[in-house]
């Protein structure tokens, strides 16, 4: 079949792609297809119309010349999505266009027209653009989040889930883990933290695995800054992030560093435990006492302290004071309102127990009105301390009395002795020399005891060790005793062994307990001192067969200013005897004791090792 002009002109005309044919030196518009017309927006009317007049926005656009370009110089013309601006409807209208412009020839081969065939990629650039366009606003947006990455108060840092590297992070976080970016940045998290890994690493694969958030507070890290290992207290989220598939292909870590926090958290907790400490060690009572409200809080040891329990008022308090001390607290309460604090002791009763002292010391606290609002404080119970203090009171009055005595008899001779300096009285003079020397004796005794004393408490007598026999140190001992008394003295028992110890220092504690069996058994008729070989010790007793001594009191004999006659029945003494050779047997390594059964007399034995 041979293809006629009509079915070309259909084959053309139906083709989606725009087909035109220019003619002549008018460059006449001779074919244009439907797809050329639409693209054009024009109607059938320009056929048979030059170009120019065709088209005429087409003005100063470089179709007309490109298409005489080609009538001329029969070369054709390509161009790639080109821009066109046409009217239609009187709009303007961009179009794109990849074409060609190809040369129609005639039979002579002389050049007739052009043929131009089109492609509308309008819709082609267009979105190209767009694509651009996203993009360059995807790089923006990316900006935009490093930049609030980096200017965040918080650390930040995101972790690449394929291999773990971090990819971006900011200062803070380096400032929160003490390394630097070029230590963490590309490099993968638990090689540049490893610190970390062992606690972290499995929580970080957990929100990788799961998809889902993990946040903690006040978590501890360890970290290492400049070589040193800490650890910092963080609040942090491990935030799974996610691509448009839903897959997660990073991590964003957020933390914050609340170490300062937490350190004086912990701080004011473990000062609020030492104090707790120091108030249960030292058996300390604490209250609250509320001015406005009258509200008294107490804790339990308080309570003991004062002989009270459950909730207590103040008036309940009071009430147990000694009733000359009722008015103590009300005067502490009143100063403490300007002073700021409160001090006082108090003698407290409790049924059926002895007196008590107990020492209230509080802290005044003030409203923002600058009145006092309520008082924070402690008791102690000071029975014990007072104890010792009157102890020692009564010592010195004791010590002073005792020497008061020998020293008015020793003055009393010595001014008889000086009234008969001119002439002699010989029936008077060697008695009141005995006198005076008796009394100077006494003296110098008292004050040894003194003096041993004040050494033996701060531990700076020095013993003086040889191998002595014990007999020879017992009959020498004996010599020191009363002329009176040395008929009453026994001894027996091994007196031939062999001691090593400060003899002198022995002599002393045998002196001691056999001037007391003398004062205070002055009616035994025998006073027995028997010395015994057990083995690795000698155990030397001095026995009495006087009054004895009653069963509660023999505990504390050996006690400094101890004295059992408490009704003082006139036996001058310091109570320091029995202590001062119980201090000197102790630095022997031995063993001082009494037995007693009253009205029968009194055991007082030591011991001294035989190595
Ligand atoms: P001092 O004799 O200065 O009072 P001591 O320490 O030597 O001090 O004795 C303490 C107390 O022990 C004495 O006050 C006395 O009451 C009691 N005491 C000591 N020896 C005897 C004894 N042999 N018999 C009865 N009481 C004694």
């Excluded at 013309?77 to 409807?89: C, G, M, P, S, T």
Aim: proline content about 4%.
């Amino acid at each position: 079949m041979k293809l006629n002009n009509e079915i070309l002109a259909g084959l053309i005309d139906g083709s989606p792609y725009p087909i035109y044919l220019i003619l002549g030196e008018e460059l006449t518009v001779a074919v244009a297809n439907a797809a050329t017309l639409e693209a054009w927006g024009k109607d059938k009317s320009v056929l048979g119309k030059p170009f120019s007049e065709a088209l005429p926005e087409l003005k100063d656009q470089p179709f007309e010349s490109l298409l005489r370009k080609v009538m001329q110089t029969g070369e054709p013309y390509r161009a790639v999505n080109d821009r066109a601006e046409f009217l239609i409807n009187g709009k303007k209208k961009v179009s794109y266009f990849t074409f060609s412009y190809q040369p129609l020839k005639d039979e002579q081969g002389e050049i007739i027209g052009v043929v131009c065939y089109a492609t509308d990629v309008t819709g082609l650039v267009e979105s190209a653009a767009e694509l651009t366009e996203s993009y360059h606003m995807l790089e923006l947006s990316e900006l935009r989040f490093r930049n609030l990455i980096q200017q965040a108060p918080f650390a930040m840092c995101v972790i690449s889930v394929s291999d773990l590297i971090v990819t971006d992070l900011n200062e803070s976080y380096l400032e929160l883990v003490g390394k630097t970016r070029a230590q963490l940045e590309g490099f993968r998290i638990w090689d540049a933290v490893p610190e970390a890994a062992d606690t972290y690493g499995p929580i970080m694969q957990q929100v990788i695995a799961s998809n889902r958030t993990f946040s903690a507070k006040e978590a501890a890290v360890p970290v290492v800054k400049d070589g040193v290992r800490e650890l910092i207290y963080v609040d942090f989220t491990y935030e799974p992030v996610v691509d448009l598939s839903g897959e997660v292909t990073a991590v964003m870590v957020l933390g914050i560093d609340v170490s300062e926090k937490v350190n004086i958290r912990r701080a004011t907790e473990e000062m609020e435990e030492r104090i707790r400490l120091a108030v249960d060690a030292g058996d300390i009572g604490t209250y609250e006492y509320r001015f406005d409200t009258d509200d008294f809080v107490t804790t339990e040891r308080f309570n003991e302290i004062v002989g009270l329990s459950g909730s207590i008022t103040r008036e309940d308090l009071i009430n147990q004071y000694h009733p000359d001390d009722r008015k103590l607290s009300a005067q502490a309460l009143q100063t403490a309102k300007a002073a700021g604090r409160i001090f006082y002791e108090a003698r407290l009763f409790q049924q059926g127990s002895p007196m008590k002292w107990v020492r209230f010391q509080a802290k005044v606290y003030y409203g923002s009105d600058g009145n006092p609002t309520r008082t924070l404080g402690t008791a102690i119970d000071i029975t014990q301390y007072k104890a010792l203090q009157q102890q020692k009171d009564d010592f010195i009055s004791i010590a002073s009395h005792e020497l008061k005595t020998p020293i008015t008899s020793l003055k009393a001779a010595l001014q008889l002795l000086s009234k008969m300096k001119e002439q002699i009285n010989p029936v008077l003079f060697p008695k009141l020399l005995d006198q005076a020397m008796r009394n100077m004796a006494k003296i110098t005794a008292l004050v040894d005891d003194l003096l041993d004393m004040s050494k033996l408490s701060q531990a700076q007598i020095e013993l003086k060790k040889a191998s002595f026999h014990i007999g020879n140190m017992l009959e020498n001992s004996c010599c020191l005793i009363q002329d009176s008394a040395q008929d009453k003295l026994q001894l027996k028992g091994d007196l031939e062994l062999m001691v090593h110890a400060d003899e002198h220092r022995i002599e002393q504690v045998i002196v001691n307990l056999v001037n007391n069996a003398i004062k205070y058994a002055p009616d035994s008729a025998q006073i027995l001192v028997d010395v015994k070989n057990e083995g690795d010790v000698v155990k030397v007793t001095v026995e009495d067969f006087g009054p004895g001594i009653a069963p509660e009191r023999l505990s504390q004999l050996f006690d400094r200013y101890y004295r059992a006659d408490a009704s003082g029945k006139q036996v001058s003494g310091l109570g320091l005897g029995l202590y001062i050779s119980a201090e000197i047997i102790k630095r022997h390594g031995g063993e001082i004791g009494v037995e007693s059964i009253e009205g029968q007399g009194s055991r007082f034995w030591f011991t001294l090792p035989l190595s």
